[in-house]
């Protein structure tokens, strides 16, 4: 069974930080949690991944709460471009284990 | 360009058939990923390959097996269909294995009906 949970949608205005929160609640101290999204029909691309610290870069930032039991990532200013479907994986670290969740559907509205 | 082809965009087959899904990439990536697409669902990885006859198993293996022979093809073998298999089909391959700089590249997909 996958390791994440994510709401299914959510609709962001153009401009604004879009929040996408991520639920791994089972997570074990050797795994990542990484951040992919797909546009349309394109293949999943990698935005960003972490450990334990917040991250950022040029795409997003990553927020991991202390426990480590879910996290958020942030688009900070959304654009319509960044309409796709976000996927929140966790994978072992420096291993081929890894767990896809179910995704989230943001819609950035003009 | 990247190109990963798939042997058929549509497959029609009867319950209880083994269903070969065919997936060929030619720019010698070490990576490759079946994943089934579904409305509603998102993507859902079925397996994966990071090297030639290494397999690994994702979210949704049961019922499915792979092979790869060869590291520009990966197979995905359906044993025995069934009417729950009905789905998209999506092959992808990769350069780097969820590194930082990673894309996965997708074929054209097969929509497969199990009737």
């Known amino acids: 069974d996958a390791k994440t949970t994510q709401p299914p949608s959510m609709d962001c205005a153009e401009g604004r930080a879009a929040n996408l929160p991520c639920n791994h609640s089972?997570?074990?101290?050797?795994?990542?949690v990484y951040w992919y999204r797909q546009i349309h029909s394109q293949g999943p691309q990698y935005i960003i991944h972490?450990?334990?610290n917040n991250e950022t870069n040029e795409m997003a930032s990553l927020i991991i709460t202390e426990d480590r039991k879910s996290s958020t990532l942030i688009l900070p200013h959304a654009t319509l471009r960044d309409t796709a479907v976000y996927y929140c994986?966790?994978?072992?670290?420096?291993?081929?284990?890894?767990?896809f969740g179910a995704g989230t559907t943001v819609t950035v509205r003009a | 360009d990247v190109k990963v082809t798939q042997s058929s965009r549509y497959l029609v087959k009867r319950t209880g058939e083994k269903v070969f899904l065919e997936c060929v990439q030619d720019?010698?990536?070490?990576?490759m990923f079946w994943y089934r697409q579904d409305p509603g669902l998102g993507l859902r990885l079925i397996y994966f390959?990071?090297?030639?006859?290494?397999?690994e198993k994702g979210d949704i293996p049961e019922g499915y097996s792979v092979s790869r022979e060869k590291k520009e093809r990966f197979s995905l073998i359906l044993e025995s269909a069934s009417t729950n298999q009905t789905s998209m089909y999506l092959c992808?391959?990769?350069?780097?294995?969820?590194?930082?700089?990673?894309?996965?590249?997708f074929g054209p997909g097969t929509r497969l009906t199990v009737l």
């Open positions: 720019m010698d990536h070490e990576n």
């Open positions: 972490g450990l334990k």
């Open positions: 390959s990071y090297d030639v006859k290494m397999k």
């Open positions: 994986i966790v994978r072992v670290g420096g291993d081929y284990k890894l767990s």
């Open positions: 992808a391959s990769s350069l780097t294995f969820f590194g930082r700089t990673d894309t996965q590249y």
């Open positions: 089972t997570i074990s101290g050797n795994e990542y």
